[in-house]
């Protein structure tokens, strides 16, 4: 079964191809589990979602994507897919232009197998049943629901095409009467010079050339070039850039000339490169109003964009120069001073990419340049602190450093990690911070070296600046080598302090915020007291350590030392999931006209104030596919536009978890933002085939990461619930233990896989430090009460088994459930109803999720952060409990020895909240590459190797030999 698609050079169709829906699936897209609260109840369709559908219809009746087979560079992804469209009147009018073609791109959105919508859930009425499933419980199924109508009936909301590229922009020929009229000027070109340079100008109608173009665009044939036009009694010459006249009330587009010729038509026409303005691409002009950041409003973006229009469209000369990034910012101001526009990089709407020019343009790919470190006067990238993590094996490797920003548990770094390690990187997850307690007891505890900052990122980033200036102050990267001052060589004859005394000792701890809750926010120390314990330390206000300066200088000057928080400048890579809560949920609560302002976007701001003043050579950014929905993909163009403003080359892809080998689908957003000065990182390609149960955002299907459907993919096959937890021991619904046997040997190249350990992941967060291998962790399912759990018992062991399998159920009109008139109502042992109310009023009586059974051969939309079974599907295939954390671990992918931390519940918010670690693996492997300047080409996406997903002979041949596949053996 492969999945996706075809060849970029052409229109991609990149979509997940469709498998038949298992039996029980309420064709489900992601409900997603952390970023969103409720769906939208209401029944009034989003006005953007009413938009979209008229302009996809619209576009499906266009003519279809161009299918082109040479992949040759200058053809590539970004040729044909401009957020504009620029022909000249007369050649839209003839309609002979192929833009239609061009800007139709791939806009068919595949369709989930799905149930008919259902835009609204139930209330709870059911005051008998003992626990009910709360209102986030409800509004989840809502909010598929809602999702699963979108997609139906349009593809997913989104309306950036019909902004940009699907609108077809059309060059105007002047309008006024001419003295003189336009005309070539000199000599044209020599015809056999003009064949060689332009051949398929001059290609017969009906040669393979002209027939290779002709469902791509029809190009007009050309009698003769010239290299000079006369336009309004001023000449232009090939190579030009020229203002082009666009549609009256639009700006006039910006170009450069790369052709002038009379057609076959007796024409005469130029073809123009187009360059984007900042407002033309992907970042929405509604940014260019955003105070938080702005844009060079002479700072153009070279596109590989080209059509042909009338000369008569020329307006005028202007002055465009290219701008090396590598410049020193000084240099490049005087530069730029002296020119009417210039640009510095690419764009290109596939993959919304921005990036340094290839060396044919003007660019300097791979050249080293200085760090672009303007926002500070102190370089302390050249004055690294030395705590990096000494490699304990393949001392070699060039080493980075991390910071994992709402790390959650920590998958998304170690990911990255692990994907980097096997591209000879080592990447260190240096810091890592999130609010959550329990996420961050996980994370410290399989990452030693990471300074784990448990608070929240704006006090993270508040407490940074205010760090900066205290090893300014004590000027602490002149102190390196001075030798570290002992904490307790000081003072021995006031060892014995009158009693009540307090005097400070060291300080242990540094954050700002507000510990001691005294309502005012600020910077404080955690102090040891002399003649204390550590249990006696307390947080103390800075200012109130004004007579201990010495103390404060000591703590600095080790801190820097251990490098306890970054500086700006220290950071190579900066990886993170800001939640953005405020584009889930129900209607009335979202802010469609400014969703920046939503205090629960707030922190996809904060994420980017902390990537502007650290400046980090990478960024990754995880998202939910909703900030590329919500408001025309608002939040998701803002996060662009920050990366872009502040000189970052930035690409970004949706990618699909169960290509990378999951019974998962779980479809998510990466941003990449790398400096100027750094390769900017591809897309993996998927090493695996999927059971699609998504859809892809209209707006943003150039940006799927897949393969083209014409491809030769290779892909291993699709991943079912077998394959990932078929050799785990049977475990009970009350399952005290959360460290066992595994028991049963690894049945499938997954199993094998996941129960690695660490050298072999080549994970080096523990560094030579033992621990427990071997073991399997946190495998127990939330336990449920014992109504449910007799519930539960009663679910049949079958495929797509659910509560309507339960006595006094059955299946009306339309799909809907009833109760069975002619059955009493049957009552559990605590005399509650078997069947509750909330199931059969769930999604109006249509859902098939409550109670329902997971099967072999299935697999998941999305792991969630929830484990009750009330309105999801999440039974064991034969077992009578919901899937255990480590079930769920498996599904997103984390190692065996990953092992959480918390109470139950929180493990599996943490596992449900993770980027799915194979994911991460393979952008880590692509940081890795990029990072060691590994450039092939600017095509956006690459091919991971062969041997990506280890395993050796010795596993190989006992699982060619031994049990086929993931057959069920349970252990008892
Ligand atoms: N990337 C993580 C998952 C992150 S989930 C992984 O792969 O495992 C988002 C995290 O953001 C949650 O753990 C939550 O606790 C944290 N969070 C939410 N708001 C925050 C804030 N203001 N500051 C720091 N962390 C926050």
Redesign the pocket.
């Known amino acids: 079964m492969s999945p996706v698609t075809p060849s970029p050079a052409t229109e991609p169709r990149r979509s997940t191809r469709l498998r038949s829906t298992p039996a029980n699936a309420d064709a489900d897209p992601d409900s997603e589990p ?2 969103s609260t409720p769906a939208d109840a209401d029944a009034d369709p989003d006005p953007d979602a009413e938009r979209e559908r008229v302009s996809s219809r619209r576009k499906r009746q266009r003519k279809a994507a161009d299918p082109d087979p040479d992949g040759e560079p200058e053809r590539g992804p970004s040729r044909s897919r401009g957020k504009r469209q620029r022909t000249s009147a007369g050649n839209a009018a003839a309609g002979t232009r192929g833009s239609a073609a061009k800007v139709d791109g791939p806009k068919d959105a595949q369709q989930p197998a799905g149930a008919g919508a259902d835009d609204a859930g139930s209330a709870i009425d059911d005051d008998i049943c003992a626990e009910e499933p709360d209102v986030e419980d409800l509004q989840m199924g809502e909010e598929e629901d809602e999702e699963e109508g979108a997609a139906v009936q349009a593809g997913g909301e989104g309306s950036a095409e019909t902004r940009g590229s699907g609108k077809k922009r059309v060059a105007r020929p002047g309008a006024r009467r001419k003295a003189v009229q336009d005309h070539f000027v000199g000599e044209p070109v020599p015809d056999g010079e003009a064949r060689q340079r332009w051949p398929d100008r001059y290609a017969a109608k009906g040669s393979d050339s002209q027939a290779k173009r002709s469902d791509a665009e029809e190009e007009i044939g050309a009698l003769r070039h010239y290299t000079t036009v006369c336009v309004d009694e001023a000449n232009f010459h090939l190579g030009d850039d020229v203002y082009v006249k666009a549609a009256p009330g639009e700006d006039n587009y910006i170009g450069r000339i790369t052709e002038l010729f009379e057609g076959i038509d007796h024409g005469s026409h130029f073809t123009c490169r187009w360059f984007f303005r900042v407002e033309d691409t992907v970042i929405s002009p509604k940014l260019l109003e955003v105070n938080d950041h702005k844009h060079d409003r002479k700072r153009v973006f070279l596109s590989e964009e080209k059509n042909d229009n009338m000369i008569e469209s020329i307006i005028s000369k202007v002055n465009i120069i290219y701008v090396s990034p590598n410049m020193t910012p000084e240099a490049k101001a005087q530069l730029i001073s002296k020119c009417d526009l210039y640009y510095d990089m690419s764009y290109s709407v596939a993959y919304s990419t921005f990036a340094n020019m290839p060396p044919e343009n003007g660019g300097a790919m791979g050249s080293e340049a200085a760090s672009d470190l303007s926002c500070d006067d102190v370089d302390y990238s050249k004055k690294k602190p030395i705590a990096d993590i000494a490699a304990p094996h393949d001392e070699q490797m060039e080493t980075a450093t991390l910071l ?12 990255l990690c692990l994907g980097a390690a096997w591209s000879g990187l080592k990447l260190n997850t240096k810091w890592a ?4 307690t329990n ?1 961050c007891n996980s994370l410290k505890q399989n990452h030693t070296f990471t300074q784990v900052r448990n ?6 980033l508040s407490l940074l600046r205010h760090w900066d200036a205290l090893c300014k102050k004590y000027d602490v990267h002149n102190s390196n080598s001075l030798p570290r001052t002992s904490n307790n060589d000081e003072d021995d004859e006031n060892e014995n302090l009158p009693e009540g005394t307090f005097e400070v000792e060291k300080l242990v701890d540094i954050c700002y915020g507000d510990p001691n809750s005294t309502g005012k926010a600020g910077l404080w120390f955690k102090v040891r007291w002399k003649t204390y314990d550590p249990s006696y330390d307390t947080w103390e206000p800075s200012d109130g350590l004004s007579d201990s300066p010495e103390r404060i200088k000591e703590f600095v000057e080790s801190g820097y030392r251990e490098s306890i928080l970054p500086l700006p400048g220290c950071v190579d890579v900066i ?5 953005c809560q405020g584009i889930s949920g129900l209607n009335r609560f979202r802010n469609y006209e400014d969703p920046l302002t939503d205090e629960r976007n ?2 996809l701001i ?1 994420f980017m104030d902390i990537v502007n003043y650290l400046r980090p050579k990478y960024v990754l950014m ?1 998202n939910v596919v909703d900030i590329l929905k919500f408001a025309d993909g608002f939040l998701g163009r803002y996060a662009l536009s920050r990366l872009v403003a502040m000189s970052y080359q930035a690409r970004l892809g949706m990618m699909v978890a169960g290509c990378y080998g999951l019974p998962q689908f779980r479809m998510r957003v990466f941003l990449w933002g790398a400096l100027p000065s750094v390769v900017l990182p591809k897309f993996p390609l998927p090493t695996h085939d999927v059971i699609n149960r998504g859809v892809v955002p209209n707006a943003f299907s150039q940006c799927l990461v897949a393969y083209n459907e014409t491809e030769d993919k290779h892909l291993k096959e699709a991943l079912v619930i077998r394959d990932a937890i078929s050799d785990l021991p049977k475990v009970g619904n009350h399952q005290p233990n959360d460290v066992m046997d595994h028991r049963i040997r690894p049945k499938t190249e997954f199993q094998h896989y996941i129960r690695l350990n660490r050298k072999d992941m080549k994970d080096y967060s523990l560094g030579d430090a033992t621990h427990k291998e071997g073991l399997l962790f946190d495998h127990q399912p939330l336990q449920l009460n014992n109504d449910d759990y007799e519930r539960v018992q009663q679910i049949p062991v079958k495929k797509g088994a659910n509560f309507r399998d339960l006595k006094g159920v059955r299946v009306g009109e339309n799909n809907t459930v009833e109760f069975d008139p002619d059955i009493p109502r049957v009552l559990l042992s605590s005399g509650k109803p078997l069947v509750p109310s909330y199931a059969m009023t769930f999604i109006k009586g249509k859902s098939l999720k409550p109670f329902g059974r997971l099967w072999w051969d299935e697999t998941v939309a999305t792991v969630v952060t929830r484990a009750e079974p009330h309105n999801q599907i999440v039974l064991h295939p034969t077992q009578h409990r919901v899937l255990t954390i480590r079930e769920n671990a498996r599904l997103q992918g984390f190692p065996d020895y990953y092992r959480l931390s918390g109470p139950i519940k929180q493990k599996y ?2 596992v449900g ?3 799915a ?1 194979p994911v ?1 693996r393979a952008l880590g492997y692509s940081l890795g590459q990029a990072y060691q300047g590994e450039f092939d080409g600017d095509y956006p996406l690459f091919k991971l190797p062969g041997n990506f997903i280890p395993m050796d002979q010795a596993t190989l041949a006992r699982l060619s030999e031994g049990t086929s596949g993931g057959e069920v053996v349970e252990a008892e």
Request: proline share 5%; net charge negative.
């Open positions: 952390r970023r994992d920003l709402y790390s959650g548990c920590g998958a998304m770094s170690t990911g911070v999130d609010m959550n996420a608070e929240k990122a704006e006090d993270f990886c993170g999931g800001p939640p707030k922190q904060v995880e918010i943490q909240n993770a980027v670690v991460a």
